[in-house]
């Protein structure tokens, strides 16, 4: 989850074997040019980088010999090519490795991929033979993607939330959405770095670090933060490392890292996807989500996560117009910082241009004047007794068996666990009575009527409106592993659709010296399809999104 500001990978031993010549010729040349880079310290905080090419992603994505780059490709192109016979699985899922080896362990280290899967490549031959014989399961056969890492899978890879406690919990299940992810066909690639525990340990975190991945650094300049929780699904997608990738949310965590990377990010209505077999932290929030380089490619890796086909994407281009639209614009939401309100305008006069309605909306208050401290003690009270539940039922590998257990290993292994900030939120989640309590059920009836019925809801009825934009979120800061997150003054609504389970969506509107910053749109619960429509829309009129530069600081921003 992102918070309110505070003011040993395993690969198959004959992966590099079942390229075809011309790809490996074209490999080596490519990874000759990417400077070597460390793996992580005992502690698992990343090592220094070595100085990364001016733009890394660009020599490597030519090394998988097809006429695309991965640092720019779609699905709905990938998923051509693969019908089509131009590219196969097996050469895909390689040239993502290759990507992964020498952009995310060398050259700019990034740190988003926090294991990869050994089956990944046995899985593109299958799929090769199905699409060889007309079997293809699924639009996304052979398409490999990365599962944020407190996802259960059934490959030989542990679900840790980035935690050595959890470093042996190789459950070989998985979880329903990655069932019917893998019942589609597509590729399980590997696992995603993310803030160690969904970000929900310490008020003094640090977004994307966690100690068995390190940190976590963002594509488009290197010492910014990737925010959290989903750091490494969107720094991937951003980086090329697949095209997909799957993150989850509480409060933010698939909606910010999409805004700072540069990606499209969608949490859907809470409940669309099933959260069992999901490292948890609030029922009454937790859903996973898609994270791509578009909205299409977004809609189509939905509709595999509920194994309906179609679903969500199909009707995008036959969609109901943007001119039909009337637009909530959240003036409060938009922040005081001036390229922010620039990109937001020009966002605006898309909408504008393409002939829908707009209404200005300039002030809002919630109605639960407590709802920071309220939505604490709710996500505290279900993060003691869901993480329980859920620590009960991992192997007996396992030997935290509760958080009371978690608590005291962090404390046992300090050093590495306890190494860049504390577990303050632990302590306070440990000290709550349950979900029994009346102050919890208070706390959770409020802020649901805040932000839904008495927030979103009622924020589109007044302004008669079928859709709210805003400001996905504040300008990415320098990491500061000292202080913790220090952000700008936050913007957007993002925190309202996080709390009501209604559905969000993140688009790149732009770059501010560099950095991404999206355009959220929001709507009311279950319209996931109506936003995805319009997204798509607006995307197609934009253009495409944001391609990382490497660069080091800010100051390098020419």
């Not at 020599?59 to 699905?75: D, F, N, Q, Y």
């Not at 924020?459 to 592993?481: H, M, N, W």
Request: aromatic share 4%; hydrophobic share 40%; glycine share 8%.
């Amino acid at each position: 989850m992102q918070k309110a500001p505070q003011t040993a990978r395993k690969r198959s031993t004959t992966s590099s074997q079942l390229l075809r010549p011309c790809l490996l010729a074209s490999l080596l040349v490519a990874l000759a040019a990417c400077e070597g880079g460390e793996p992580p310290g005992e502690s698992g905080q990343a090592k220094p980088a070595a100085a990364a090419e001016a733009v890394p992603g660009q020599a490597l994505s030519s090394s998988v010999g097809i006429a695309t780059e991965l640092t720019t490709v779609t699905v709905p192109e990938l998923v051509e090519q693969l019908s089509q016979g131009t590219l196969t699985a097996a050469e895909l899922t390689q040239g993502y490795l290759a990507r992964i080896d020498h952009i995310d362990r060398s050259g700019p280290t990034l740190r988003a991929v926090i294991a990869v899967n050994p089956d990944a490549v046995n899985q593109a031959l299958a799929s090769d033979e199905r699409r060889a014989k007309g079997q293809a399961l699924g639009v996304l056969d052979g398409i490999p993607v990365l599962v944020k890492d407190n996802i259960e899978t059934a490959d030989p890879m542990p679900t840790t939330a980035g935690s050595r406690a959890l470093e042996n919990n190789i459950t070989r299940r998985d979880s329903p959405l990655v069932a019917k992810l893998r019942a589609q066909g597509a590729v399980i690639l590997g696992k995603t770095n993310l803030s160690q525990w969904a970000n929900f340990r310490s008020d003094f975190s640090v977004s994307g670090w966690s100690s068995v991945g390190g940190q976590v650094k963002n594509p488009h300049i290197l010492d910014r933060s990737p925010c959290g929780s989903s750091s490494g699904s969107g720094v991937a997608v951003a980086a090329g490392l697949a095209a997909l990738a799957i993150g989850t949310e509480t409060n933010g965590s698939i909606i910010c890292p999409s805004n700072v990377n540069g990606i499209v990010g969608f949490k859907p209505t809470l409940g669309l996807l099933s959260q069992d077999r999901i490292i948890p932290i609030s029922p009454s929030q937790d859903t996973a989500g898609p994270m791509a380089r578009s909205v299409e490619g977004a809609a189509l890796l939905l509709d595999a996560m509920l194994g309906e086909s179609g679903r969500f994407s199909s009707e995008l281009a036959t969609a109901k117009p943007i001119e039909n639209l009337t637009v909530a614009v959240m003036r409060f939401a938009q922040g005081d910082h001036p390229q922010i309100i620039e990109r937001f305008n020009a966002a605006i006069d898309i909408f504008q241009r393409a002939g829908a309605r707009v209404v200005e909306v300039n002030e809002f208050q919630p109605t639960d004047r407590n709802l920071r401290r309220h939505e604490t003690e709710v996500l505290q009270t279900e993060f003691k007794t869901s993480l329980n539940a859920y620590l009960a039922s991992t192997p007996d590998t396992v030997l935290v068996r509760n958080l009371a257990q978690l608590i005291a290993f962090n404390e046992t292994h300090a050093d590495s666990e306890l190494a860049v900030f504390g577990q303050d939120i632990f302590l306070a989640a440990q000290q709550q009575l349950g979900l029994d309590d009346p102050d919890y059920q208070q706390a959770l009836a409020a802020i649901k009527s805040a932000t839904g019925p008495s927030g979103i809801d009622q924020l589109l009825k007044d302004a008669g409106a079928d859709i709210l934009v805003a400001p996905s979120g504040p300008i990415a800061p320098p990491r500061d592993p000292i202080n913790g997150d220090v952000w700008p003054s936050w913007v957007g609504i993002g925190y309202m659709a996080a709390i009501a389970g209604y559905p969000h969506l993140s688009i790149p509107m732009g770059t501010i010296k560099g950095i991404p910053i999206g355009l959220s749109i929001i709507g009311r619960a279950h319209d996931d399809k109506k936003l995805l429509e319009v997204g798509h829309q607006w995307q197609g009129l934009y253009g495409p999104v944001p391609t990382p530069q490497y660069l080091t600081t800010a100051q390098e921003v020419p």
